[in-house]
């Protein structure tokens, strides 16, 4: 059983260019969170969702972030005009329902 | 706010020398008490989840008990390939996704 798959495991951007991280959960898994970690600080929650919903946005920044979870294919974080303070490692994690969950390798975003 | 806070940041052990990892947390409505232990480059791995003051579980070298207040992470005869952050996190509200994390203890132990 594949453990939760993130990709890519390394993303350059230039400021104001657009990145895009995937991440597909564990099979049987419907549940996603995605946590964002910044150099020098702890894991911090940023999203909640289940199949076509968002569940719990109360982590993103309210602007430039957005994610989605479609009935096919990742989970899929998107950030917009990214600024060298978008530079972090970001993980999702899933969970078959209300379980413990389980983390992927995480995406490495370094904006230059 | 929830808040998990961790000690020590860093503890250096020699090799079989037990020791405890502290987590303190206020977390509204708690749900369950998470450890992760987290390797450089790399996603955090699920190690326990308690649910109640009291509860204890046991992995390996590894166990970890709850209160009210805090958890302890107790290592027993550490081994080099125990070297790791350990991170503690709170669940509380309606997911057990949802997670406050502290800041981490990053343990080495020499050999």
């Known amino acids: 059983n594949a453990g939760v798959m993130q990709n890519p495991r390394h993303l350059v951007r230039r400021r104001g260019q657009e990145a895009r991280l995937r991440c597909s959960p564990m099979?049987?898994?419907?549940?996603v969170y995605w946590y964002r970690q910044l150099p020098e600080e702890g894991l911090k929650f940023m999203v909640y969702?289940?199949?076509?919903?968002?569940?719990?946005e109360s982590g993103m920044p309210k602007e430039r972030f957005s994610a989605e979870f479609p009935k096919e294919g990742p989970s899929i974080l998107r950030i917009q005009q990214v600024v060298r303070g978008d530079s972090a490692a970001y993980f999702c994690a899933s969970s078959p329902k209300n379980t413990e969950a389980f983390f992927g390798q995480g995406t490495r975003l370094t904006v230059v | 706010e929830d808040q998990v806070t961790q000690s020590p940041e860093a503890l250096r052990l020699q090799e079989g020398e037990s020791s405890s990892l502290n987590c303190s947390y206020t977390v509204s409505g708690l749900r369950g008490l998470f450890w992760y232990r987290q390797d450089p480059g790399k996603g955090p791995e699920f190690l326990f989840t308690?649910?109640?003051a009291g509860e204890e579980k046991e992995k390996e070298r590894l166990k970890a008990t709850l209160t009210k207040k805090e958890s302890f992470l107790h290592i027993t005869a550490p081994k080099p390939e125990d070297s790791a952050t350990y991170l503690c996190?709170?669940?509380?509200?309606?997911?057990?996704?949802?997670?406050?994390f502290g800041q981490g203890t990053i343990l080495t132990v020499h050999p």
């Open positions: 099979k049987g898994h419907s549940h």
């Open positions: 969702l289940q199949k076509e919903n968002i569940i719990d």
């Open positions: 308690l649910y109640s």
């Open positions: 996190a709170g669940a509380g509200g309606t997911s057990y996704g949802k997670l406050t």
